[in-house]
């Protein structure tokens, strides 16, 4: 199992006492750890050192962590990278950036080290697939809606026969969405269904998520599947009846 392994983690941090206090706990937990103090020495070594996970700063010299998140997730062999951003920052809409540059989840400065050693454990069964839904069964392994289409088995998506490039999240959440065409699923059952259930997660970053999911599906031009329902949640549809 995943959690049984030791991960190979790059800690990008360019505060050199935060950096030794993360590596240690880190390591000390049977992972093995890459510490660097700045962005360009982070982008060298996730190409030649291919770590597992990436704890990533905010700000750093060379290229800042929402920099090189964004570069990460453009190219094709880092796009399903697990990035945790790490930032001094509290405020709600900081928190929401760094999601939306393509972080899978976040931790405030400073952190408990408990903390950090249970959201490494949810990014990681996350990013394996391992959701609170049953897997889909051999049979739905391709699925599509309009002109979606989810090869699940090549975790492959498109649109109009346009590759479409997705987050391991929004995957997730297109995923349910696609199985249950039509029904209003409330964010409590989005959450239910694409991220672990055994850490907390606050309901707002769905709408985060599906914002980001609705850019990746209508930037081919298509109309907009997936529709806000208000007071309840979201639901695909594509104005037919079934």
């Known amino acids: ?22 590596s240690y706990n880190l390591e000390a937990a049977g992972h093995l750890v890459m510490p660097v103090d700045n962005g360009l020495d982070a982008l060298r070594e996730v190409t ?35 990035i945790i951003m790490l930032t001094a920052r509290g405020e709600e809409q900081d928190s929401v950036h760094a999601l939306d540059t393509g972080a899978d989840d976040y931790l405030v400065k400073p952190c ?25 069964a051999q049979a739905e392994d391709v699925l599509t809606f309009a002109d979606i ?5 090549g975790r492959r998506v498109s649109r ?36 672990d259930d055994r850490i907390h997660v606050e309901e707002r970053t769905v709408d985060v998520h599906i914002r980001r999911l609705r850019l990746a599906l209508n930037a081919t031009g298509g109309a907009d599947l997936i529709r806000t329902v208000r007071s309840s949640g979201y639901m695909l549809d594509d104005g037919k009846v079934a």
């Not at 790059?10 to 050199?16: F, K, M, P, T």
């Not at 990014?123 to 391992?130: C, E, L, N, Q």
């Open 160 to 195: 109009a026969g346009t590759p479409l490039a997705l987050g391991p999240t929004e995957y997730r959440i297109l995923l349910h969405l696609l199985r249950n065409p039509r029904r209003v699923f409330s964010r409590a059952e989005i959450l239910a269904a694409a991220w």
């Open 48 to 82: 030649e050192w291919k770590p597992d996970l990436v704890l990533l700063d905010w700000m750093m010299p060379g290229l800042s962590g929402v920099d090189l998140c964004r570069r990460l997730r453009m190219a094709t062999v880092t796009r399903y990278l697990p």
């Open 1 to 22: 199992m995943l959690e049984d392994r030791p991960l190979r983690i790059l800690v990008a941090e360019d505060d050199a006492a935060l950096s030794v206090m993360l």
């Open 112 to 136: 408990g080290m408990d903390v950090l050693h249970a959201r490494v454990r949810a990014v990681m069964r996350r990013s394996a697939g391992r959701t609170a839904t049953p897997a889909v």
């Open 149 to 153: 289409t989810l090869d699940h088995a």
